[in-house]
């Protein structure tokens, strides 16, 4: 007679799904923030209690969400691999697999194992939760070390604790608190420190994809760790633990580089090209990679610039924050995109064409997926990304073919990114486009094709790439076929005559853009050489020196003055003197620099000009060819790197800006420095930003509250400097340090319009 036997279950199981399932810290946090998710919440808090302390360490993971009743514990919580997510995916496939973005929140959770992080984060959890309207918390406590202590005792039969309670006994202020849940994780498994939590603290940046959550469904994750607090005061939003975790999208940041978006819908795909603000191209076509649907790729092109700016502002670089991330329904599925993570195959690809191909340092962005979509899972190990599916290679293939294709075709072919020779100029690169744009579309086989570009660069090519003439004849009857209207093709009849126009008037053009040329040369700050000095700038030299000369001699008359007659000077009085001597001599001791490689008034106190253009000019015109001529000084290497397009109009004192400049590397030689970076960017044209990095010794911790006081130094100096520096500042914008490099130090300074 046959008999029927059941599975057994063993408590081991706990671990299997557990702590060993979940093998990184960093993943058993996001899990718990992603559960919070799906309970509906709008914000949820993490919280790290006492780090210092192994015996008290606490981690606090709360949220506003639904909470639970009792029957939810018992017939959900407690369910092992019971997840929500099942039930809501069959109801969101019987209404409209477009309702991810706007619609209601669909669960982030996949496999009902995420309960199980608590485990890998601390030996001992205490849960509390409660519903809207219920009048006691439920509260459960469990040890998960009891799971381990006999491999033989069936998972069910070990007890976990519950109880009810009126009010909440724990060391969190839950003021406030009506309904939702509070996990709270003691017996750490791991030490977290500052620079764990500033990493967690990048993790869940990504986690989130504003672009694809509706603002009704809004989610907020905040990070508390009382202890750094007091550090983070002195820190920049980017290096603070404490505080909202923002993820912050790539286009918001107001870097200017080339950026492709394409859009997958169910019948077609449309692509936009934009380079530093300005639209290339567009084009609509066949959709011939069903059954995908709701896909959307942003992709941004990384150049110096780009990677300089990002790293100024999120205070990483960017190949360390990561390249193209995946996210379905909003929530960012791991590790894809993560520093080291190459699950598009880009570096793979790269290693067939260096020059040709473009890699996970050279472009950052997303894939979207919003939606019913049951061909992107997770793999039940949390950390393994997404199961290979025939779709998800079909995304794959997408990805490559309409984005990242068609990216390095303008970057590389059209901007020689990479190329060894100088760098081509914005109307070179909207030159080439328009040949590009060209060779897209001639290989495509959908007849129903659209395609719409920047008439501009018609006008371009004919101005600045005339000796291509017929091959750019070519290339606009080539594209003319796929333009639709009457309209549109007597537009480029016209063009073609323009062009041909063009070329007879080449010697024309060619003198009109010598000319302006020539202009451009005579705006320049600084001059490249000067072969002598004539009367109008030795006036000038005579006027500057004068003014300070007399600045010096009324102050000194007024201290002889009280000194006649007896009185006692108070030492502020004396300090004061002392300030206001050492800044016009410095201020004369500039203009004794450049006075003769000057191209602006001398005889003016303020001059209206870019700052940008006169910090660099100074600096690569009139500082470097001098430093180092003092005998016996050290020569101390400056570089200056910024775009070329950048700058910043102001009204500004430029003999006090030398003072700031010379003041900053003459500091930087005396700590030893050998080589000095500045950095010029410009932030949302209001703010002009100035880094200043150097190789010395740098400045103690002990000191950093100080270096700003009058008379106080770390070099041997006089200590006057960088009090110059922060007083003159002080009307135009500011000045931080920024002591946490592995060599030296660095000055940031802003000036604000």
Request: include cysteine; glycine fraction near 6%.
């Amino acid at each position: 007679m046959p008999k029927q036997l059941t599975f057994r279950i063993s408590s081991e199981l706990k671990s299997i799904i557990g702590k060993e399932l979940i093998t990184d810290d960093f993943i058993a946090v996001l899990e718990l923030v992603k559960n919070s998710y799906d309970a509906k919440a709008k914000k949820v808090e993490l919280i790290f209690n006492h780090l210092k302390d192994e015996s008290k360490g606490r981690i606090f993971v709360e949220d506003d969400g639904d909470g639970m009743s009792y029957d939810d514990l018992v017939s959900k919580w407690l369910l092992v691999a019971h997840s929500e997510k099942v039930e809501a995916e069959k109801d969101l496939k019987a209404t409209d697999h477009r309702a991810g973005p706007t619609g209601k929140r669909i669960f982030a959770g996949a496999k009902g194992i995420g309960r199980f992080s608590c485990d890998r984060l601390g030996r001992m959890l205490k849960l509390y939760t409660k519903k809207r309207g219920e009048s006691q918390f439920h509260i459960l406590e469990m040890d998960w070390n009891k799971f381990e202590q006999d491999p033989s005792r069936e998972f069910q039969t070990v007890d976990v604790t519950y109880r009810s309670a009126q009010r909440l006994d724990i060391e969190i202020d839950t003021r406030g608190f009506t309904k939702g849940t509070i996990l709270e994780i003691s017996s750490l498994r791991s030490t977290w420190d500052g620079k764990k939590l500033l990493d967690l603290k990048r993790h869940l940046q990504r986690l989130i994809n504003p672009a694809q959550v509706s603002p009704e469904q809004e989610f907020k994750i905040y990070l508390r760790a009382p202890e750094f607090r007091k550090s983070d005061a002195r820190k920049q939003d980017y290096a603070r633990v404490n505080g909202l975790v923002r993820n912050i999208l790539f286009e918001k940041l107001g870097i200017r580089t080339t950026r492709l978006s394409c859009h997958l819908e169910e019948n077609e795909i449309t692509t936009r090209l934009v380079d530093k603000g300005t639209f290339v191209y567009g084009i609509v076509e066949k959709n011939e990679f069903a059954p995908l649907h709701d896909v959307k790729i942003e992709l941004f092109f990384l150049n110096e610039t780009a990677k300089r700016l990002f790293t100024r502002t999120m205070g990483i670089q960017p190949v360390r924050y990561g390249s193209v991330f995946f996210y379905k329904n909003g929530i960012k599925i791991n590790p894809c995109g993560n520093h080291g993570d190459d699950w598009l195959g880009l570096d793979r690809r790269k290693t067939q064409g260096t020059r040709r191909f473009l890699g996970n340092r050279d472009i950052m962005g997303r894939v979207e997926v919003s939606g019913d979509q049951p061909y992107f899972r997770e793999v039940s190990s949390r950390d393994g990304g997404v199961v290979r599916t025939p779709e998800l290679e079909k995304l794959m293939t997408l990805f490559k073919e309409k984005a990242l294709k068609r990216l390095e075709k303008f970057v590389v072919e059209g901007i020689d990114w990479d190329s060894e020779r100088t760098s081509k100029d914005p109307e070179e690169i909207r030159a080439d486009s328009f040949r590009i744009v060209n060779q897209l579309v001639g290989k495509t086989e959908d007849q129903a094709v659209k395609i719409e570009f920047n008439k501009d660069l018609l006008e371009i090519y004919a101005k600045k790439q005339l000796e291509k003439t017929p091959e750019l004849i070519k290339n606009i009857e080539a594209v003319k076929k796929f333009v639709r209207t009457r309209e549109a093709k007597a537009y480029m009849d016209l063009q073609v005559k323009a062009v041909r126009s063009a070329f007879r008037d080449l010697r024309t053009t060619q003198r009109e853009l010598e000319k302006e040329l020539e202009q451009r040369e005579r705006q320049a700050l600084f001059l490249k050489s000067v072969s002598e000095s004539d009367k109008s700038e030795i006036i000038a030299l005579d006027h500057q020196i004068g003014l300070g000369a007399q600045v010096i001699r009324n102050h000194l008359l007024d201290l002889k003055t009280i000194l006649d007659k007896g009185e006692p000077v108070p030492n502020s009085y004396l300090l004061e003197i002392i300030e206001i001597i050492d800044l016009q001599a410095q201020m004369m001791s500039s203009v004794t620099k450049f006075v003769t490689r000057a191209n602006f008034d001398l005889m003016s106190q303020e001059i209206d000009a870019d700052l940008v253009s006169f910090v660099r000019q100074y600096l690569e015109r009139v500082y470097v060819p001098q430093s180092g001529s003092t005998p016996g000084q050290q020569r101390v290497k400056v570089t200056v790197q910024t775009d070329p397009d950048t700058q910043f109009k102001r009204t500004f004192n430029p003999f006090k800006f030398v003072v700031i400049l010379d003041n900053l590397i003459d500091n930087s030689r005396k700590a030893g420095a050998k080589n000095v970076r500045v950095t010029i960017d410009v932030l949302n044209g209001k703010t002009m930003e100035l880094h200043f990095v150097d190789d010395g010794v740098g400045i103690p911790d002990k000191d950093i509250d100080r270096i700003f006081d009058f008379g106080f130094s770390t070099t041997g100096g006089s200590g006057i400097g960088l009090y110059h520096i922060k007083k003159i500042l002080s009307g135009l914008g500011s000045i931080v340090v920024n002591n946490h490099l592995e060599k030296g130090v660095e000055f940031i300074i802003r000036v604000e319009k």
